[in-house]
């Protein structure tokens, strides 16, 4: 039984830094994709970025390129999204999510339907 506990959000100002973290727990870490979800309310979830857990793939779509990146620690068993020069526009609710890996190797999708297990969130409040 995945479990997924989010944190590290809160209230930060314009240019302002955050590193959310997401622990996995009831399931061997390896072997799976995860991934980072943002919801904003009036908007779709947006795919952020995505891990190969246990390997060494990573993908960022344009929305995060250049100011977000995706990281693991293997041994504590925990994804982070390192978040910089943050913009008001970084506000919402942000979801960690778990799914398998069936696209080879060390490959993962940015797609909210191939991830099955998610987190309860954590919200980013970036003020102006």
């Known amino acids: 039984q995945v479990r997924l506990m989010e944190s590290g959000g809160g209230p930060v100002q314009t240019g302002g830094s955050l590193r959310l973290s997401c622990e996995v727990s009831?399931?061997?870490?390896?072997?799976?994709?995860m991934a980072w979800f943002r919801q904003t309310p009036g908007r779709e979830r947006e795919g952020l970025a995505v891990?190969?857990?246990?390997?060494?793939?990573?993908y960022h779509d344009n929305a995060a390129k250049g100011r977000f990146s995706i990281s693991q620690d293997n041994v504590k068993n925990t994804v982070f999204l390192q978040m910089i020069n943050l913009k008001p526009e970084d506000s919402g609710v942000y979801f960690c999510?778990?799914?398998?890996?069936?696209?080879?190797?060390?490959?993962?999708?940015?797609?909210?339907?191939?991830?099955?297990?998610w987190g309860q969130g954590t919200q980013v409040v970036v003020s102006s």
């Open positions: 891990i190969a857990t246990g390997g060494s793939f990573t």
């Open positions: 999510a778990r799914g398998p890996r069936p696209f080879g190797d060390d490959w993962c999708q940015l797609a909210a339907r191939a991830f099955g297990d």
């Open positions: 009831g399931s061997t870490y390896g072997g799976a994709c």
